[in-house]
C-alpha cells in the first residue's frame, strides 16, 4: 500500500494532535516527506515473500563478518 502525500500529512498533522506535539510548521514538509519515504521502504519489506513454513528465531544472533 502506498502512502499519498495527503494521507502522510493526514496522519503526521493527526499524530501531532494526539501526542500535544507543537510542530513548527517550518519543518512539517519535512515531516510528510519522510513519512512517505518511510511508508515506501516499509512496503518493500512487506512485499518480500516469505514461505509460510518459516519459523522465527528466537534469538538474534549477527554474529561477526566472516565467523561463520
Known sequence: MNMTEDQA???VDQMAAALGLDLDPAHRDGVIANMVRTAEIADLVMDF???VDLEPAF???P???GER
Open 59 to 61: 534469538v538474534f544472533d
Open 9 to 11: 500529512a493526514d496522519y
Open 49 to 51: 515473500p516469505l514461505p
Open 63 to 65: 554474529g561477526v563478518a
